[in-house]
């Protein structure tokens, strides 16, 4: 990525968390930081489940594809602006794993659905402003990223 595109990712995200000063301000930690790797925590989470270690490995690793940081961005993004735990995300993500599903983190509808389905329960317009400030930020973690 060029520096003059991730100056403008940079400074959107900036206005975004400045913009947005009604909602608790994320703060990121870097996956260094994380007990373990979203991939083996996902890992831990289906062979608990029953999976056998090497494809419960091989789920997880298909699920994250090399973008273990920036899922853990996202996933701290979450959990620092929802009333979404870390446990219930993970748990979430190892199902979609399991069946082979997708989850962007940054696609707003994929991330009402995830609340939707973790808390069973209908959001309300706080919860829905919410989470697209939350898909708004993890969209611009995808700009840099990418």
Known sequence: ??????FLALTFLATTLVLSAAIPQTT??????????????I?????????????????SQKFVQDNDELLSLMINNLINN???????IINY????ALLK???????????VKM??????NTLNSKDFKILETI???NEVLVTIFS
């Open 1 to 6: 990525m060029t520096n003059s595109k991730r």
């Open 101 to 111: 599903k997708r989850v962007d983190l940054s696609s707003y509808s994929n991330v």
């Open 43 to 59: 890992t831990s989470t289906l062979y608990k489940r029953g999976l056998d270690e090497e494809t419960a490995k091989e789920l």
């Open 115 to 120: 609340a939707q389905t973790i808390k069973s």
């Open 93 to 96: 993500l190892s199902k979609q």
């Open 28 to 41: 990121f930690l870097s996956t260094k930081q994380q007990s373990s790797s979203i991939s083996s925590q």
């Open 135 to 137: 898909c708004a930020r």
């Open 82 to 88: 929802s009333s979404l735990t870390k446990n219930e």
